[in-house]
């Protein structure tokens, strides 16, 4: 298996840019998660999916962020416009059921 | 809400056991999990015991739950250079409502010496 497969592994862009964010989870997981990881407040759940429907969303921090899961095997977290403060580590992870989440290797967001 | 902490750092000189200590708050939690992060990668599964359990053991790792104390802790014995990572202790809560949902802690930096 491939394990959870996220793109790209870095984006640079400049403030006021749009940004998309991709993953594609473990194939037969029913679960989809996106976080964020900074220093600053370690790792924040945004929203998790449940069978492509959007179960939790409390953790996205404002308008600017939309999530979407159009089919099983893909997602995407969008940004728009970002921000210098939404530069961090974004992981998409994936579960069966809701048990253990594996995790993506991440994608490292710079925003100037 | 829920709150996961950690101590954030710890070192250890190789060849000595670590102990990596986590409290949590939610009596409702069923699952708590470790995690292993190394540099520039995700979070990988270590371990994990199901809030029924005592104590879990895999290998070099041994899982030790008090759930009176809501204290969970991680022992790696004969710790090696190859430990060195950040380990994040995490909650599943109860399996009704936002059960799936992971709390993590703030992670433990664990530095192995030689």
């Known amino acids: 298996d491939a394990g959870v497969i996220q793109s790209p592994r870095h984006e640079v862009t400049e403030m006021g840019q749009e940004v998309t964010l991709r993953c594609k989870p473990i194939?037969?997981?029913?679960?989809l998660f996106w976080y964020r990881q900074t220093m600053m407040r370690g790792l924040e759940l945004l929203i998790y999916f449940n069978n492509n429907v959007p179960i939790d969303d409390s953790g996205m921090p404002e308008d600017r962020f939309s999530a979407k899961m159009p089919n099983a095997s893909f997602s995407t977290l969008k940004i728009q416009p970002s921000e210098p403060r939404d530069s961090a580590v974004y992981f998409c992870?994936?579960?069966?059921?809701?048990?253990?989440?594996?995790f993506g290797p991440g994608t490292r967001l710079t925003v100037l | 809400g829920e709150d996961v902490e950690q101590s954030l750092f710890l070192s250890v000189r190789e060849g000595d056991s670590s102990v990596i200590n986590c409290t949590y708050t939610?009596?409702?939690?069923?699952?708590l999990y470790w995690y292993k992060q190394e540099p520039g990668a995700g979070l990988q599964l270590l371990t994990y015991i199901f809030s029924n359990m005592d104590m879990k053991q895999d290998q070099r790792l041994t899982v030790l739950l008090n759930k009176k104390d809501k204290h969970l802790s991680l022992r790696i014995a004969d710790t090696q250079t190859g430990d060195s990572a950040i380990y994040f202790c995490a909650e599943r809560g109860a399996l009704t409502g936002g059960g799936n949902k992971l709390t993590f802690g703030t992670g433990t930096q664990l530095k192995v010496e030689l």
């Open positions: 939610d009596s409702s939690s069923t699952y």
């Open positions: 194939s037969g997981h029913d679960y």
């Open positions: 992870a994936s579960s069966r059921q809701g048990n253990e989440q594996f």
